[in-house]
């Protein structure tokens, strides 16, 4: 495995952790303002980590091939 893929895969671990994070604050959010700031950066925090891990893990796939 490259250097490359481990840090994508290592921002992919980070922004999904966020994501999560974010996604599941939403239960103590009061407001309706910072309901829907915390669910849209969730949401797209949490859909950036997919799309680096799958980008990560076919990278490492066809160097390792």
Not at 7 to 21: D, H, K, S
């Amino acid at each position: 495995m490259t250097q490359n893929v481990l840090i994508m895969l290592a921002i992919a671990l980070i922004a999904g952790g966020a994501g999560m994070w974010l996604l599941l604050r939403l239960r103590s959010r009061a407001t309706q303002q910072s309901r829907y700031a915390h669910g849209m950066v969730g949401m797209m925090a949490l859909a950036l980590g997919i799309i680096l891990a799958i980008f990560g893990i076919a990278q490492w796939s066809w160097g390792s091939a």
